[in-house]
């Protein structure tokens, strides 16, 4: 029995998250005028959608990487932010804690996933030495 990764798990929970608070910084962008309508709109809905499609096919080859560029952009985001609107040190502090949470879900699921392939294999060699007894 194959079991699910724990660190697609986390990192999927991760981005769905983050996405909403990108799509609300959004709209708080949007309201405050930060750039033109077309310029915020497409960006942060962008960034959101991508945010919520990346997990259907996480574990798939450079998919994490993917995720970790989405954190890199948000960020670089927030620094531009700061420049036009005190909101960017709030879009910051915001980027800074969903890095975090992204970096602890890829190293902690890793992990995880990684005792569970060793306790597995244990399993496994166990199980077949009893059948030769």
């Known amino acids: 029995m194959k079991t699910k990764s724990l660190k697609r798990s986390l990192g999927s929970m991760?981005?769905?998250?983050?996405?909403f608070v990108?799509?609300?910084?959004?709209?708080?962008?949007?309201g405050l005028r930060l750039a033109d309508?077309?310029?915020?709109?497409s960006i942060g809905l962008s960034i959101s959608i991508l945010m919520i499609l990346l997990p259907g096919?996480?574990?798939k080859k450079?998919?994490?990487?993917?995720?970790?560029?989405?954190?890199v952009i948000v960020l670089?985001?927030?620094?531009?932010?700061?420049?036009?609107?005190?909101?960017g040190y709030g879009y910051l502090v915001l980027s800074i804690i969903f890095?975090?949470?992204?970096?602890?879900?890829?190293?902690?699921?890793?992990?995880?996933?990684?005792?569970?392939?060793?306790?597995?294999?244990?399993?496994?060699?166990?199980?077949s030495t009893e059948e030769l007894k």
């Open 14 to 19: 991760a981005l769905a998250f983050e996405s």
């Open 22 to 30: 990108v799509f609300f910084s959004m709209l708080a962008a949007f």
């Open 37 to 41: 309508g077309i310029t915020v709109w």
């Open 57 to 59: 096919i996480h574990g």
């Open 62 to 71: 450079g998919t994490y990487a993917i995720g970790w560029t989405l954190q």
């Open 76 to 87: 670089g985001i927030s620094i531009f932010t700061i420049f036009y609107s005190p909101l």
């Open 99 to 127: 890095i975090g949470v992204w970096a602890w879900a890829m190293i902690a699921g890793s992990t995880v996933d990684a005792a569970n392939r060793v306790l597995a294999s244990q399993n496994n060699s166990q199980n």
